[in-house]
């Protein structure tokens, strides 16, 4: 299928945000891990205090989403809402570079993934605003499997600087500045088309008046509704949350294993690039093959790999893990997006995309929290890895309820 002007302007937001996406799985946790190292904070001390921070920013974006989301679905917001979230984020990005202290980064870092998390709620309501139902899943998986690709150009020129640092003649904390703010400039450069292009179809017109609690209420009682909708939102809290723990905590995982980083980056690498074809297989698959059923193969993937993941102990093991997660880490996550986008009322995408995100993304504050939780208490990280495949089992069983139930949109 090829990909109209606006629908590729889309897609190459997904290469601008991977980038950042890319550097809090591999670069950044790395680099906080030797921040905290050097104040002396042992390793299953650094796991859970990573935890805890990737958590409290999720939270943060339970709180302030919905309220983002229903202001961006007025007529004429969406654009100013996007625009302020890239160009706030970005900077951010940057500003990681020069901060020096462990708390201080921390700090930074969450309101960077913050400003990130709520770019994404307002990019995925847009969706339906440039493409048609019919080409929805391909353009989504296309998104994904662009961004995996798109993002290991910057990552790629950062691992050779930070590696090569001192062959540069570099000192470590000015090659990470260096590689924050290629990172910062990379997101917003690559924002700048479809920030021009993209046009608001669908919106709540001004002179409805709404007010944005009664609007987020009336949201509400939509979703309570619509079961399709409800059990839908209920899986992906399961779900995805699990797909995002892995996300966010792999590296710190692996580290706290005692793995080599350098090995760690290099896996991860591998695993932007399988995502790539996989993404686009995915999106190919969702022509002739519904999407639930695409989405159910990828459920069961992920109990697999989450349960591979309680016996990784060597460097091999996590490549392996690497390469499955690539797999199939697109195709889940693009074909939620499109299955979701089909299934809500267009006019209101921004405030039903905060309430899944608060479900999805938001959901990760129970996985991220519990696995350092159990970590912390126990001393032992494979429990805590293993605590987050039960999420895909209750997953599973809630897609499965809202695939077979009938559309109804209100």
Avoid at 41 to 51: F, Q, V
Avoid at 138 to 151: P, R
Wanted: net charge positive.
């Amino acid at each position: 299928m090829k990909l109209t002007a606006l629908e590729k302007k889309w897609v190459l937001y997904d290469v601008a945000n991977s980038a950042f996406t890319l550097m809090v799985s591999t670069l950044i946790p790395i680099y906080f891990h030797s921040l905290a190292k050097e104040a002396g904070i042992k390793s299953s001390t650094y796991l859970a205090t990573w935890g805890y921070a990737i958590s409290l920013s999720t939270l943060l974006v339970v709180l302030i989403g919905p309220i983002i989301g229903a202001y961006s679905d007025k007529q004429g917001h969406k654009k100013k809402v996007l625009t302020t979230l890239i160009v706030g984020g970005s900077f951010l990005a940057m500003l990681l570079g020069l901060t020096k202290q462990w708390m201080v980064f921390l700090g930074v870092f969450m309101v960077a993934k913050v400003f990130y998390q709520l770019s994404l709620i307002i990019y995925d309501s847009t969706l339906g605003d440039v493409t048609t139902d019919e080409r929805i899943d391909d353009v989504s998986s296309q998104g994904y499997a662009w961004g995996y690709i798109g993002s290991c150009i910057p990552f790629i020129i950062d691992l050779v600087i930070v590696l090569n640092a001192e062959k540069l003649g570099l000192s470590m904390s000015m090659a990470m500045l260096i590689a924050f703010v290629i990172v910062g400039v990379w997101w917003l450069v690559m924002s700048l088309p479809l920030l021009k292009a993209y046009k608001q179809v669908h919106f709540i017109d001004h002179n409805e008046h709404e007010h944005l609690l009664s609007q987020l209420g009336h949201t509400l009682k939509g979703i309570g509704k619509n079961k399709k909708v409800l059990f839908f939102i209920i899986a992906f809290f399961f779900y995805i949350d699990g797909v995002y723990t892995i996300i966010d905590m792999s590296t710190a995982y692996g580290s706290a294993l005692g793995l080599d980083s350098t090995g760690l980056l290099l896996a991860l690498l591998v695993t932007q690039f399988v995502a790539f074809p996989a993404a686009i297989i995915f999106g190919k698959l969702s022509t002739k093959k519904s999407a639930s059923k695409l989405i159910t193969i990828c459920i069961i993937a992920y109990f697999g790999i989450a349960m591979f993941a309680v016996f990784m102990s060597t460097q091999l093991h996590f490549w392996i893990l690497a390469v499955c997660v690539g797999m199939f880490q697109g195709g889940i996550q693009a074909l939620s997006r499109s299955y979701f986008t089909k299934i809500i009322p267009q006019e209101r995408s921004g405030e039903y995309f905060s309430f899944l995100d608060i479900c999805g993304k938001g959901a990760s504050i129970l996985g991220t929290l519990l696995m350092s939780l159990i970590t912390q208490v126990t001393g032992n990280q494979r429990l805590g890895v293993g605590a987050i495949a039960c999420f895909f089992i209750i997953g599973l069983l809630f897609f499965r309820i809202s695939a077979q139930t009938p559309q109804s949109i209100e």
